[in-house]
């Protein structure tokens, strides 16, 4: 599948737990290729990445493919961990590095607080020890990518060929010894929409 060219690039954004947000502004446009955009964001803890994790989690609706990539150690984990509190997931999220994959669910608690019934399902995927990329075929992995739930695919450039032409693409760098770069790359209007209001929704400083 002929991946997108990138669209234009959101505001290089440092997190810093500012109570300014980044100005909203036309950034986004259609192209022959689709429409993709582009954000750029800098963590300077663990806990500050999962926090961008949660923050994102928070606007997950079902149905979303969210692929992560970057070396060992960038937080690709982390960043799970937080994206699964956001969406409303209280059990212990770890990587699935030798089963491949773990489910989780939600609980949305009643106007009253005192039931809760079963909510998004959160997949979580993990192809690091995936040998061929044909497996996710043969496991009938390829089934939850166009599931209800929300589908998170770490090592996830070890199948690019078999992604969803829409998708939300995050790649974490090492910059430091606890700082990460994070580079969300949005494909389809539905992801450069999401993009678009995570950057409202996060409290961050303008860069340069």
Known sequence: MRKQGRGPRLSHILWGGSENDVKDAPLLKQSQEGMSCTLDSISHSAAQTQRLGMRLGELLRGGELILLNGQLGTGKTTFTQGLAQGMGISGNVNSPTFTLLKEYVSQVKSPRGNVSRPGL??????????DNPDEIIDLGFEEYFTSDGVCVVEWAEKADLYWPTDHLDIRLKMLSETKRGLLFAATGTRYCDLLRQFQKNTYVTTGS
């Open 121 to 130: 399902a959160l997949y979580h995927f993990d192809l690091y020890r995936l």
